[in-house]
Antibody
Framework: VTLVESGGALVQPGGSLRLSCAASGFRIDEYAIHWLRRPPGKGLEWVAR????????DYADSVKGRFTISRDNGKNSVFLQMNSLRGDDTAVYHC???????????????WGQGTLVSVSS | EIVLTQSPGTLSLSPGERVTLSCRAS???????LAWYQQKPGQAPRLLIYGASSRATGIPDRFSGSGSGTDFSLFISRLEPEDFAVYYC?????????FGPGTKVDIK
């Protein structure tokens, strides 16, 4: 069971970026998938979640209205579209697997290695 | 949101020692909805404990967790060289899920 993120880059403030999370060893349509981030020198922050049945898409207040989570079952991948990027969005972004067939909050297991997003002019 | 604090910030220990790490929540985490993770430099966080005291798959039995309400602990019965890392607690009682700032366990 693994998750591999890609798509991180250096982008200017106000710009957009799309992160990808490729899952293997399990089906993303059976599990919640989350995006989390760690800004440099700061702690871990949960960013967004898509539940197994896509009935719930949730976001941290800090990204609501700017970030969109989605998935492609055929590619077994989850995406994070990030618009109107700001300096405080600079972070290593991880995707992680949540609970199976559940709407409940839970733990994250496993995590991907992460992809670096840098927002700077 | 529920704020988690961890103490101490850093622990300097020797292999073979017993470790107790603390995680305190700003409000009750009922049902023991608390997890612990280990992270080493350059690696993703690794789930150790969920439900306050249940070991994740493949985690050695030298790791254990306990606690309820607002106070939780992670124990390592006997430190192995590979256990030197940063440890984080995470609550999933209320959205958003939040993490503590971490405790670094380094070699004395």
């Amino acid at each position: 069971v693994t998750l591999v993120e890609s798509g991180g880059a250096l982008v200017q403030p106000g710009g957009s970026l799309r992160l990808s999370c490729a899952a293997s060893g399990f089906r993303i349509d059976e599990y919640a998938i989350h995006w989390l981030r760690r800004p440099p020198g700061k702690g871990l922050e949960w960013v967004a979640r898509i539940t197994w049945d896509t009935s719930s898409l949730d976001y941290a207040d800090s990204v609501k209205g700017r970030f969109t989570i989605s998935r492609d079952n055929g590619k077994n991948s989850v995406f994070l579209q990030m618009n109107s990027l700001r300096g405080d969005d600079t972070a290593v972004y991880h995707c992680a697997r949540g609970l199976r067939w559940s709407q409940s909050l839970g733990w994250f297991d496993p995590w991907g290695q992460g992809t670096l997003v840098s927002v700077s002019s | 949101e529920i704020v988690l604090t961890q103490s101490p910030g850093t622990l300097s220990l020797s292999p073979g020692e017993r470790v107790t790490l603390s995680c305190r929540a700003s409000q009750s985490v009922s049902g023991g909805y608390l997890a612990w993770y280990q992270q080493k430099p350059g690696q993703a966080p690794r789930l150790l404990i969920y439900g306050a005291s249940s070991r994740a798959t493949g985690i050695p039995d030298r790791f254990s967790g306990s606690g309820s309400g607002t106070d939780f602990s992670l124990f390592i019965s006997r430190l192995e060289p590979e256990d030197f890392a940063v440890y984080y607690c995470q609550q999933y009682e209320k959205s958003p899920e939040t993490f503590g700032p971490g405790t670094k366990v380094d070699i004395k």
